[in-house]
Structure formats: structure tokens, C-alpha cells
């Protein structure tokens, strides 16, 4: 049974320019201890997804009756999508499920001390007392790494440097001992090396604290370091989705090879880059048939711009099978590669 399983999930939002449909038919399960990472393109819907566990999308935004977010609780399933009291989704928000950011500064209030946040949010949502929860707070921030964290604990975000804030913020977001933790671009707004200490905690975190995460990223080299398996994201709707050997060294979809081209290889660092033509659809004028259908070189006509490709499984993989590669894409459909050899 996975922590969490995700099922047929599709977002619109209501804007003054009319309904868009930001993320479509997206399944996906994570399991227990492990690290799914979920990629592509801003706007690709992959920050909409998860935001849509904790219910932070915002009013204007609307979940189809047919989605499902089954979270197995220690008071057993629940389904986020039909939870609509703050009591319930407090169980959900912070307790089971915690959530990192790109910007630290988005996560701490500037004028409160980082300590006195920590404890607050632990007497919020857990039975602990204030002696216990500061005890549990000083010692999570020495777990993530943060040197004199006496020190820090009576600090502000501000006085702190880019790294150590995302330490302290994942501290805070773990001090909970939440089921799952999506880290959203955690890393994105660090330099490599600091990236790579951050991305190495998150591993032995997962271990450590028995959880699982959802990591969302622009940058496969980040998927490729971290995570067990990917989904990859456009305009809304999962195209690829596997373990990260087979998707990164295998790639299926068109999308997929265009992300893996666009980026520089070290072994062959000389060699040209080769980016994705065209720009990301307006989700106003959504493309028919197959999202990735206007940018596609071997779009099929007729067949890409008129029908939404099946989930196959690669090789003949069943697709429903836990560790099975996936794609979305006419061209692994036997009837359509009939239809190229006729026309
Ligand atoms: Fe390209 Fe067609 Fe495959 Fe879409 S379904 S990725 S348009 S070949």
C-alpha cells in the first residue's frame, strides 16, 4: 500500500480571462522511504499538483469530483480531496505532510525568531509541551547540520545565510515528523555546492526520520541525484514516469528526450545544446490531442492534434505494474505506428 496515491487528478482555475485547466488526469503514487521527483517546465503544473495536498491553491481554484489524494494516516486512508474543515486538514497540513520552498524567507515571518516559529508550530500540531518542543527544536537544527543551534534558535531568518536558512527551514518542516515532506525547488536559489549538501541531507533524512518526499525541480541533474523514481510533467499532464535510471537513460517521449538534449553533458561539454523549440503553451489555449502536440518534431497529423495519447508501458511493461516505465505518446501505440507506415 503507498503513503500516498494519487488518482485521476485534475485542476481547473477560475480567472476573469475564464476556467484553465492547470493540471489533467495526473496519477501517481509515492511509497514509503522514497524520494519521487516530479519535473519540468514553470507552468507545467508540477508546484499545482502537490500544492493541491495541503489545499494552498487558493479559492479560485476548483478539484474535479473524480480525483482522488488517498494520505494512509495512522487513523488510516484519507482522501485530501474530500476534506474541507480546517480541523481535518490540519491532520493533513503539518502533521502528515510538510512542505519546503525555493525561498526560506517565504517559510519564516521575518519579525519572529526562529526558535519561537519552531515551537509554535510544534504546540499547533503535535501533544508536545513548550519545554519539550524547544528541546525538539534546538535538536533538529543540530541535525540538519546547523552549527551553535542555541544560538540560532534565538536568531532571526535574517541573520542567517542562504544555506543555513534552507537547513533551518527544513528543520522546522521535519520537526513535525510528517508521513511526507514536498520540497519544492529547494535548492534552486543555491550555489552548487551548498545545493549538493542540501540535496544529501534530504536523502539521509528520508532514511533517518522514515519518511517519503515528493521533490519538485526544473533540473533533472537534480532528479538524477535524488530521486528513486520521476514523474515528468507538461501543461499539466504526466507524459513520462518510471524509475530515474530508466527514464534518464531511456527516454521515451519527445518531451522527455528534449529536457535530457537541452542540458550540458560534462562528458562531451563541447558538444552544442539542443533546446526545446517553441514556448509552453498559453493554458488559456490548451492544446487538443496531445499537449506537447505543437512543439512535437514527430507529431503524427491528424492522430497528435486530435487524440490524447494512452499510458503504455515501455517494452511491454505493464503499466500498472509499481516500478513500471510509462509514457504518454502515439508513437509507442501499435496502432499508430501502423498509421506512419501508411501514410
Ligand atoms: Fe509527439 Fe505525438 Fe508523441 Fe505527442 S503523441 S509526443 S505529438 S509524437
Redesign the pocket.
Known sequence: MPLLSVKDLTIYFNTDEGQITAVEDVSFDVRRGEILGIVGESGSGKSVSTKSLMMLNGRNSQISPESRLILETDDGPVDIASLSHVKDLRLVRGHSISMIFQEPMASFAPAVKIGKQMVEQLLIHTDLDKTTAKARSIEILSRVGIPDPELRFNQFSFELSGGMRQRAMIAMALSTRPKLLIADEPTTALDVTIQAQVLALIKDLVAEFDMSVILITHDLGVIAQTADRVAVMYLGRIVEQGTTRDVITSPQ???TQGLINSRPSLDHFEDPLTPLSGDLPSPLERPQG?V??TR?A???KG??DTQK?PVIGVAGQDPTDEDAHNTS???LSPSASEQVLVS
Open positions: 517521449h519527445p518531451y496531445c506537447f502536440h512535437c514527430h507529431a503524427i492522430l497528435c495519447p505518446c502515439h508513437l
